[in-house]
């Protein structure tokens, strides 16, 4: 970590390294940065996540898999996050008729662990760690590579943009305007919408070492447990679906219908009302390469990949995005001019491939059988 080397006549030292979005990987990207000494400066719209009491957004709670977890400890961080997390060893299935039978989790050893409510705030602790300097609430609006901006706007300069920006990306937006260029998305015709189930006399509604899952073919409900013993359950269902159910009549027929016995746990008046707090969220696949320009400029994490959330693995591949880009700087001895195309080179057939596998899981769980499904994926687990 003290190691800096030279590179283009400025030390590590001497170069600043600018993260635009401190999410989850923004947040792991900027220690990453950090321990090798470069200055780190995050740039985030939101206020510090570290000092909110409700995070806005999505899904507040996070399946963390093994390569996310290597991805933390080589910073520091794993011991931190997996203490205030709930170890998962294994799917809880629920049949129509509330039956529950377990299906474990790859290779022993390789637990899923449920990260917390309030995931990205303690990631962000790293801050304080590695000396990073965050400017929050501070979005920012624009790239540019040469030149100088109008002056309309407050501008930094940097030796490095890293864009961590979240997959509707306002630094990929630079990279559309360049010729080759590859940009795909596609949004699936499924929403997802996010309940709470409650404690029972203080404890936990069910079993809290399990990702709770409901399959349904066309719908599926899955829980994640919380700290607080709570269970965080999402419905994921076509648009269409969620269009059809307009009263808490409505919801309480549909939920006697697909998943009885999850209504005297989440509550009656609760299903009545929460239902309907938050519309339905979309879920988008992007796809993009290369993930750089020349030797300024990186997209990680969701401004690169966003895929659809049936592997659990967007969060896990941004934080592996780290560790490889992480590799190639030891590589290349830090030269941006070689690390970057290096590291467009090695991810991009990757998160294609998470991206595709995680899409066709979305696919299979439609057309097939529900068992199929699982097997599937619990080979997918194993990689
Ligand atoms: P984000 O988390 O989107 O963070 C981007 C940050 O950039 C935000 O803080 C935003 O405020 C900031 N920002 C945006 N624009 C600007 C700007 N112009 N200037 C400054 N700041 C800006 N992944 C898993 O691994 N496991 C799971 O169990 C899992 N479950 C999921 C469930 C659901 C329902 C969904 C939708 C996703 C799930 N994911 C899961 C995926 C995971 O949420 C994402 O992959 C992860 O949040 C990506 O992190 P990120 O830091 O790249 O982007």
Known sequence: GDVTMESGGKSSKDKVVAVVGGGLVGALNACYFARRGFQVEVFESRDDIREAKIVRGRSINLALSHRGRQALSRVGMEEKIVSKGIPMHSRM???LNGKQSPIPYGKKGQVTVCVMCRNAGLVCSGYSMYNIWLWSPTHVLLLWLEGRPDGSA?????DLIV???GAFSTIRKQFLRRSRFNFSQTYIPHGYLELTMP???GEFAMKPNYLHIWPRNTFMMIAL???DKTFT???FMPFDEFEKITTGDDVMEFFQEYFPDAIPLIGVEALKTDYFRLPAQAMVSIKCSPYHINDKCVLMGDSAHAVVPFYGQGMNAGFE???VFDEIMDQCNEDFSAVLPEYTRVRVPDDHTIA???MYNYVEMRAHVNSKWFLFRKKVDDI
């Not at 407050?154 to 940097?158: D, K, M, P, V």
């Open 93 to 95: 299935i629920h049949s």
């Open 154 to 158: 407050q501008s930094l300069q940097a």
């Open 163 to 165: 864009g961590c920006d």
């Open 199 to 201: 404690p029972v006399a």
């Open 225 to 227: 447990p919380n700290l």
């Open 233 to 235: 359950c999402t419905l």
């Open 321 to 323: 995005d780290c560790i």
């Open 356 to 358: 595709d596998l995680a």
